[in-house]
């Protein structure tokens, strides 16, 4: 038994974090956990340093235990995190340190005890950073190390799938890393005439060459048929490309190739100011750019500290429902045309119904699928007067709408002969993977962050949590149209609740002052000007907030070096995590099934690629 | 005037370029394809409310050789630019570009590795339409602009295209070198 008090071993342990002055160089926990208690019970001197940081639980490990660490977090009947959600590194190459480069960062998550923890391993470097790999306790892990390799180059040991999942194999470089530049090129309008650079703008057209087929491993060529389904096809929801390997019509392989909408979210994040990034989420998930919004604002805000006035927060809450009964209307409508031909009809009928939150959206900002409607501190303008009363009628309308898309569906025997039974999915299963949302909820998982772990004062609403345990596609359909009701029902919570008062906090140096005290108040003027030139710093530390979004649970990371500009942001989408599925549901069904389990997964590939 | 009034009645004369160009302009087929965010405002565009289908446009489809018109809705990546290339050689011609958005016309806010800056790197382009995402009205006015330019088009145009066609050159895109005026120089 080691005689220390967890959470105070000194940081002097880890070598060449030494120079404490600099408290970006590792935020440290401070606090004390159980959780970090049992843990340094365990391992001992494999613990660096455990407790909480920023009301969060962190433990430190050295990486010859991580592994073990996980596996025993996972079995152990006080600890049981059953879930890895999220896998992110860091390079630390332009902070003030020598060695330990890389940190790689691990989500860990307990459902039956509504527990967050943060796994955070210093790995050895030498040219070559090495970690190992958690695949063989979480098949979650997979895909997000495949991830943390291609854009950060930090090997995984082990791995059993070790390739690249976003850029094209013959990429470079890995651009994460902090001494690869942006890239893009220099905006023409910062040259003159006279530069000879000049000359060569717009006559840049590229080669785009095809680069030649790579047949995924494992796939056998002799004996079944391999055929590329995407980037260019219909049902796939986007530029997601699959190599199904076929034999006849029953799939026995399938290799989802990603990255055809890679944008360098992460990449841009890191060179933005925190204020101005807020526009770049709305682009990530198009179809729930408010929620968006309020995961990035949420983790901004709680490594800022501030407390948001309650009408912000009913204002944000409200938004988001409005936002995921959106994005559940035009999944149904493409699910509905991918799986039977017919669905023309319920792709206009919900469409039209989310044209309207659209309309109400343009009421509240001004714009229609890319808001930027919630930012640091608040909402960026109060709603209208006249706002309210539409969105009273579209309360009105809207269940019949429901239970018309229900009648359509649920009881004919057409879908219900396309979904049932379909990618069925354990409840171990879907742990295993780190799913979220509907996936976990369809699989009998009673999960849902909103109410176990509640942010923007989810707490203070009624709303059930529609749990099915078939695990199917006609399960995830079920869940998805009862989370439409119960939006609904939190949608009137917050109209019968609305409190007066300031939409943003008032504080200056986070929020802009109003428009009309610009012209009468110089100090106005000077904090305006302040905050749109330098934005606002933010005390450094790192911080990971997930929140319940319509396709699952959308995680931002962000470690915060004390500058105006997040030192590492990193975007846990919760299409890429729940695609990861689209194999195991996929092998042994028919070819026509993989589109009805895109489907089904309610893929978006902004945030699948990001 | 001339030969109509000879003529009974319901009958008009007409160029064949003309006409041509008149059916063209009033059943242009897209491509069925979408990149990101301007691709949800392009389904807007084609359900109800919008109703591309006033402008003959509303038949997507899903395979290159039968669409007339490209939208390239969307950010290109690297990764994506040699499948919109290929998917822009393998639609017949005539055929017609339209870079949807900032990001399809010139990057947008994605200055960065991942994007190209413009999609006209790669293939020629017609219409470009500003916005972030554009709404639907700003795509069918795009459309419109289309129409304009279609009206327009002659049969010399497509005199040459018997022999296979040559992959773009960089000097096939106009340069910016047009757009100098002289007084500056």
Not at chain 1, 57 to 70: C, I, N, S
Not at chain 1, 197 to 216: H, I, K, N
Not at chain 2, 144 to 165: G, I
Request: net charge negative; charged share 25%.
């Amino acid at each position: 038994m080691l005689n220390v008090s967890p959470r105070v071993r000194e940081y002097e342990t880890l070598p060449g974090l030494t120079p404490l002055g600099i408290p970006a160089v590792a935020p440290l926990p401070s606090g004390e956990s159980t959780d970090a208690a049992r843990l340094v019970e365990r391992f001992g001197d494999a613990i660096l340093a455990a407790g909480l940081h920023h009301d969060q639980q962190v433990v430190y490990v050295q990486p010859d235990q991580l592994v073990a660490l996980v596996d025993f977090a996972k079995r152990d009947p006080q600890l049981r995190y059953d879930a890895l959600v999220d896998v992110s590194a860091v390079d630390r190459a332009d902070l003030p340190i020598s060695d330990h480069r890389f940190h790689t960062v691990y989500q860990l998550r307990s459902y039956a005890r509504k527990q967050h923890l943060m796994v955070v391993c210093p790995i050895d470097d030498g040219g070559d950073p090495v970690a190992p790999s958690l695949a063989g306790v979480h098949a979650g892990a997979i895909w997000p190390e495949r991830e943390t390799w291609d854009l950060l180059g930090v090997r995984f040991a082990n791995h059993p799938d070790h390739r690249r999942i976003m850029m094209p194999e013959s990429w470079p470089n890995h651009p994460l890393q902090k001494q690869v530049p942006v890239g893009g090129e220099e905006v023409p309008f910062t040259m003159t005439w006279s530069d000879p650079e000049f000359e060569s703008f717009g006559r840049q057209v590229m080669a785009a060459q095809s680069l030649p087929p790579v047949l995924p491993p494992g796939m056998n060529r002799r004996e079944n048929m391999v055929i590329n389904m995407g980037p260019h096809h219909p049902s796939t929801h986007g530029v997601l490309r699959l190599v199904v390997e076929l034999d006849g019509e029953t799939v026995v392989g399938i290799d989802p190739d990603l990255g055809y909408l890679h944008s360098g979210f992460e990449k841009s994040g890191e060179n933005k100011r925190y204020k101005d990034f807020v526009y770049y989420t709305d682009r990530m998930d198009y179809l729930s750019a408010m929620s968006n919004n309020l995961g990035y604002c949420i983790t901004v805000e709680k490594l800022l500290g501030i407390e948001l006035p309650p009408r912000a927060q009913v204002l944000r809450v409200m938004m988001a429902e409005l936002q995921r009964i959106a994005s559940h209307l035009f999944w149904l409508s493409t699910h509905v045309l991918d799986v039977s031909g017919t669905g023309m009809a319920l792709l206009m009928y919900a469409t039209r119904e989310r044209e309207r939150i659209l309309d109400l959206f343009e009421m509240a900002c001004g714009a229609r699928l890319t808001v930027g409607y919630m930012r640091v501190g608040g909402v960026s303008r109060d709603i209208p007067p006249a706002f309210l009363g539409h969105l009273e009628e579209f309360l009105q309308a809207m269940p019949v709408r429901i239970d018309e898309y229900e009648a359509m569906l649920t009881s004919g025997p057409l879908w219900e002969e396309r979904l049932r039974g379909i990618g069925k999915l354990t409840r171990a299963e879907v742990i295993d993977m780190g799913l979220t949302g509907p996936m976990l909820r369809g699989s009998g998982v009673d999960w849902d962050l909103r109410r176990d772990a509640p942010y923007s004062g989810y707490e203070n609403y009624d709303f059930k949590v529609p749990v099915f345990t078939e695990g199917d596609c006609f399960a995830r359909y079920l869940v998805r149209m009862e989370e439409m009701r119960q939006s609904l029902r939190i949608i009137r919570q917050t109209i019968d609740n609305l409190p007066d008062g300031p939409h943003r906090i008032e504080d200056r140096k986070i929020t802009p002052p109003p428009r009309a005290e610009l012209d009468i108040s110089m100090e106005a003027l000077i904090h305006h000007f302040k905050l749109m030139t330098e934005g606002f710093p933010v005390r450094p530390g790192m911080f990971y907030h997930g929140i319940e979004s319509s396709k699952g649970e959308l995680g931002f990371f962000i470690y915060s070096d004390g500058s105006a500009k997040p030192y590492r942001l990193h975007v846990r989408g919760p299409s890429f995590n729940n695609l990861y599925a689209i194999s195991k549901m996929s092998k042994g069904a028919m070819l026509s099934d993989i589109v009805t389990n895109i489907g089904s997964i309610d893929i978006v590939l902004g945030e699948v690629d990001r | 005037m001339g030969l109509e009034e000879k003529l009974p009645e319901g009958i008009i004369t007409t160029q064949l370029e003309t006409l041509v160009n008149w059916s063209r302009e009033n059943s242009t087929w897209p491509l069925l394809f979408g990149l990101a965010c301007c691709a949800i405002e392009m389904i807007a565009t084609g359900s109800a409310r919008h109703d591309i289908s006033r402008y003959g446009a509303e038949l997507f489809r899903a395979s290159p050789r039968q669409a007339d018109l490209m939208i390239v809705s969307g950010r290109v990546s690297n990764k994506m630019a040699p499948v919109i290339k290929r998917l822009y050689d393998q639609m017949s011609e005539p055929k017609w570009v339209i870079a949807m958005g900032i990001c399809a016309s010139a990057g947008g806010p994605f200055n960065n590795y991942a994007i190209i800056q413009g999609v006209d790197k790669i293939i020629p382009v017609d219409v470009y339409v500003p916005g972030c995402p554009p709404r639907p009205e700003a795509l069918l006015y795009a459309l419109d602009k289309l129409r304009e330019k279609q009206a327009k088009d002659s049969f010399r145009t497509y005199a040459d295209l018997n022999a296979p066609p040559a992959p773009i050159q960089p000097d096939d895109i106009e340069s910016l070198e047009t757009l100098r005026q002289p007084q500056l120089v």
